[in-house]
């Protein structure tokens, strides 16, 4: 915690009492009174003042029973070492403002004090510096004016203007813990009464977690956001959630496979039907709407493998009409290429491995949206488990803080390529909706700022011809995922669907020779020469 001794008069910023300032410490243990309870989001201040010529060095701040514990290995470093204060876990102060020292000057530091507000578990403690380097428990606001662009946002959100995690670093750190502890049992009844806040318990909730959260929240213009395990734990919470027994849902042809095994064989065993449609078939959405009691519209945007793009905006507007929410999954256009909240969607879904994340490195899922919608599913989510370790929300953390750098790079390298693979001889037929072939190359244009980082395509041959293209590149990965830093193919048919007859592939469009190509960071010339050097070899 960064703190040089100066004239000025430390300030303290909590929602519960005041904090007392003394001279020694106590070790005791000694209850000191109960701690006033008070509703959140109040509006309060107090300004810790002590006696003297203004030195700290001798002082001992009191804080709430979570300071020392949230407080990273780092900052406690840092204020032993530089002898400037001392921060121990001691009980609450008795609040009273007697205990505080009458003096002209303390009475003119609590007139300066300004009126923040804050949440229940937040204390915002100023030495004599120029930043707030130490914060608990408050939290981001997404409305960041200051931050104009989505590469700031990505950068700064859920961390800049203040974490739940006190540290004065610049990275957020990850909290290794599987409990969160309460240091009376009145402080475990004001909890369970809402008049603390706590995670409780490692499955509901982390504060390196949270970052994480508020984080997507701000790059989506989301009210909240649930990060779990899995891009597939999010679409399968969501649906469970939102869903009711005996409901009814429409999806699309083309998706993840294993979405569609979910919906084609679990769901129907909770009596949820699924009516599934063409992307562009608005028509047979409507037709579903009108005769049956959709509670959920769920569908990739662009889709995978082949890309096929919804309107987002016309399909919100007929299924609000009718009662139906909207949740899509956005994996393939990332938050920055595409809005789904703003088109109208309800829900906007990722897996968060793929993008977000970027280095191949983590799984992780995230779902965004109201605040009501996504406390009904975090409560599911609570139940289920699926919970995202901390290590793997701070990967989520520290990959954002590059996305913009590499969607911009992933873009333009996809749409380049895609446009040199469509002049090929030895390609069939390309699928990327950057490109004016593609079916809803006008609706992407409308509703998407880049066109994202993976081009699906077809050779002209067989599934053999097509495994020496693949197994002739040098630069890719044969591997099952996209969006990271490294560039990966893949043969659906092999990939994914092996288990399934060359017959059961086509019914779902997958042929042999089908490619998807997800594009790194790499030069887009070195990409190109290895991609056009692979299908000489099958020329």
């Not at 005041?18 to 309060?44: A, L, Q």
């Not at 530091?109 to 578990?121: E, F, G, M």
């Not at 939102?242 to 496979?257: F, K, N, Q």
């Not at 609000?320 to 994996?331: A, F, N, P, Y």
Request: proline share 5%; charged share 20%; glycine share 8%.
């Amino acid at each position: 915690m960064a703190v040089s001794s100066c004239s000025f008069l430390p300030r303290v910023f909590n929602s519960y009492s005041s904090f007392e300032c003394r001279s020694d410490p106590d070790f005791s243990g000694t209850p000191t009174g109960e701690k006033p309870r008070i509703g959140s989001n109040r509006r309060v201040t107090a300004s810790l003042f002590c006696t003297g010529g203004g030195g700290l060095s001798s002082l001992i701040f009191r804080f709430p029973p979570n300071f020392v514990r949230q407080l990273s290995v780092k900052a406690r470093r840092n204020c032993s070492n530089i002898g400037v204060a001392q921060v121990v876990a001691a009980s609450w102060s008795n609040g009273p403002t007697s205990l505080y020292p009458s003096s002209a000057a303390a009475a003119a530091s609590q007139a300066a004090a300004p009126s923040v507000p804050v949440s229940d578990d937040v204390a915002v403690v100023e030495g004599c510096i120029d930043n707030d380097s130490v914060q608990i428990g408050d939290s981001y606001d997404s409305k960041t004016s200051f931050l104009s662009s989505d590469g700031s946002i990505t950068v700064h959100a859920g961390e800049r203007l203040g974490r739940g995690i006190v540290t004065d670093a610049i990275t957020t750190p990850v909290v290794n813990t599987s409990a969160y502890f309460f240091k009376k049992t009145q402080e475990l009844i004001d909890f369970k009464e809402k008049r603390h806040t706590s995670f409780e318990y490692g499955r509901y909730g982390n504060p390196t977690t949270v970052v994480a959260e508020e984080k997507i929240s701000a790059l989506e213009g989301a009210e909240s956001t649930l990060i779990m395990a899995s891009g597939m734990c999010a679409s399968t919470v969501m649906l469970m959630a939102l869903v009711p027994a005996g409901g009814h849902i429409v999806t699309t042809t083309d998706c993840y496979r294993k979405t569609r095994i979910f919906i084609e064989t679990i769901l129907p065993k909770m009596g949820i039907l699924a009516t599934v449609i063409d992307p562009a078939d608005v028509d047979g959405l409507e037709s579903a709407l009108n005769k049956n009691k959709v509670s959920l519209f769920f569908t990739e945007s662009p889709t995978n493998p082949f890309l096929r793009c919804v309107d987002i905006e016309k399909v919100s507007k007929l299924c609000h009409s009718k009662g139906t929410l909207v949740c899509i999954d956005g994996t393939f256009a990332t938050p920055l290429n595409q809005k789904a909240l703003v088109l109208g969607a309800d829900l906007v879904l990722h897996s968060a491995t793929k993008f977000i994340g970027g280095h191949n490195d983590v799984l992780a899922g995230c779902i965004s949206g109201s605040e009501k919608l996504v406390t009904e599913i975090r409560t599911l989510h609570h139940i289920l488990g699926g919970t995202l370790n901390p290590n793997a929300a701070y990967l989520i953390i520290r990959g954002m803080k590059t996305l913009h750098l590499r969607v911009q790079q992933q873009n333009s390298t996809a749409l380049r390529m895609a446009e040199v693979l469509e002049a090929h001889p030895r390609v069939k037929r390309v699928y990327y909706p950057g490109l004016p072939s593609h079916p809803e190359h006008e609706i992407a244009k409308r509703q998407m700022t880049g066109f994202g980082g993976v081009v699906s395509f077809e050779v002209d041959g067989d599934l053999m011809t097509t495994i020496k293209f693949v197994d002739a590149l040098k630069i890719p990965y044969i591997a099952p995922s996209f969006g990271g830093c490294e560039s990966i193919v893949d043969q659906p048919a092999i990939m994914s669907y092996w288990d399934l007859s060359q017959a059961e592939r086509s019914k779902y469009g997958i042929l042999d020779n089908l490619i998807r190509f997800s594009f790194g960071v790499e030069d887009f010339e070195d990409l190109k020469a290895d991609i056009l050097q692979a299908l000489e070899t099958i020329a």
